[in-house]
């Protein structure tokens, strides 16, 4: 059924397309960030292709490094090509190749449309059961992790990019500091995140978080002889579009030198500065916050949901009033708590739901927007002024 539901809205978003002209497309194309964020700390023109159209990938049919071909896998073979050559393997032949492959990626988008998602499964367990390394950037929604393996009695919940806010700016914080991310120098790094996870494996060393929620973004856990290193970064995507940090490069470069792999001396440069002190570790906020949707792209008079949430991670009971399109609640956290705040409203126009954080004081706390687009079917336009 997710699937009628997935082609129902694809011909939707495609029929809009071509009674708006064809210079709609990539602002309905439902893409990670595609909430477009006001903020951007880019590199610089020169780590990113020209033509991109002409640019061909950095691929060798022997290379221990495959990039899922499904989802935005031409961007994360050309983003990974910075470091090292890299190979596309089809979802259909990842069993067959599996045992030649010692870093698997999933790119943006990766586990949607799978063509059979529960052989694919069998197939990645299998794979990094046997010791292989398996990263992950962010997914259309939260469920498609469900995919992942994990060990015995956990499992993954979480939100992707089209239900979450995507953000960049100061977006993450360090709260743990193993090697795999020792070349970052900052403990609030910017990285393109767009998605989070609500619930993780026990054994899951959550190294970035959410600075805003405090909820993981990006995590790391043994399973069987191997490693599945699992984000809602979506740097791959990033890169192509000119909207890569720093911090990304850095992150990027440690994850590949963690997995045993050298880089082409034409890697991105200033990776390797020493550090000279230590990056201190953040403490999770005494309160987080974020808003979610059951979708990013609707069609018009649908009933968009939204889902407000908000975790107390200290020892005592807060109350904190939410505040958003004319509403109010109150809302009592438990110490150690979370609670959630639901929201329906038919949506005629593409447009941003605020939502407001004070405390039982009325002390401001947190802002928060949900970016969301209305698309019309064709022959219709948009009439909510008339309304």
């Not at 399973?223 to 890569?244: C, K, R």
């Not at 649908?302 to 005592?316: G, P, Q, R, V, Y």
């Not at 110490?335 to 941003?352: F, H, I």
Request: proline share 6%; net charge neutral.
């Amino acid at each position: 059924m997710p699937y009628v539901i997935n082609f129902i809205r694809v011909i939707l978003i495609l029929a809009a397309v071509l009674s708006t002209g064809s210079g709609s497309f990539a602002s309905l194309i439902d893409n990670p960030g595609g909430d477009q964020p006001d903020e951007s700390f880019v590199l610089g023109d020169a780590l990113y292709p020209r033509n991109i159209e002409n640019v061909k990938p950095n691929t060798d049919a022997r290379s221990k490094v495959a990039v899922l071909d499904n989802g935005y896998s031409r961007e994360s073979v050309l983003f990974w090509g910075l470091y090292l050559p890299v190979r596309f393997v089809k979802e259909e032949d990842f069993l067959s190749q599996h045992s030649s492959i010692s870093l698997f990626v999933i790119p943006s988008g990766g586990l949607s449309y799978l063509k059979d998602p529960g052989a694919f499964k069998l197939s990645l367990d299998k794979f990094v059961k046997n010791g292989g390394t398996l990263f992950v950037f962010s997914q259309r929604f939260g469920r498609d992790f469900a995919l992942l393996p994990v060990p015995d009695g956990d499992s993954i919940s979480g939100y992707g990019w089209l239900e979450d806010q995507s953000s960049l700016a100061y977006s993450s914080i360090l709260t743990l500091l193993p090697p795999v991310v020792s070349r970052l120098d900052t403990s609030r790094p910017h990285i393109n995140i767009d998605g989070v996870f609500t619930v993780v494996p026990r054994r899951c060393k959550s190294v970035l978080r959410n600075s805003i929620s405090g909820q993981t973004v990006m995590c790391i856990y043994k399973e069987g002889w191997g490693n599945v290193i699992m984000s809602t970064l979506f740097t791959d995507w990033a890169y192509i579009h000119s909207n890569i940090t720093r911090d990304e490069v850095r992150l990027f470069s440690r994850i590949l030198r963690w997995t045993g792999f050298p880089l082409l001396s034409t890697a991105p440069e200033g990776l390797e500065t020493k550090q000279t002190a230590s990056v201190p570790l953040i403490e999770l906020p005494s309160l987080g916050f974020s808003i979610q949707s059951d979708d990013e792209i609707y069609t018009a008079g649908s009933t968009a949901t939204f889902t407000i949430n908000l975790w107390n991670n200290d020892d005592k009971k807060k109350v904190i009033n939410v505040y958003y399109d004319g509403n109010g609640n109150k809302v009592n956290l438990l110490p150690r708590g979370s609670a959630q705040v639901k929201y329906s409203v038919p949506v005629y126009s593409t447009r941003r739901l605020w939502v407001y954080f004070f405390n039982e004081e009325e002390v401001f706390l947190q802002t928060l927007k949900k970016g969301y687009m209305v698309v019309y079917p064709p022959g219709e336009g948009n009439n909510e002024a008339n309304r």
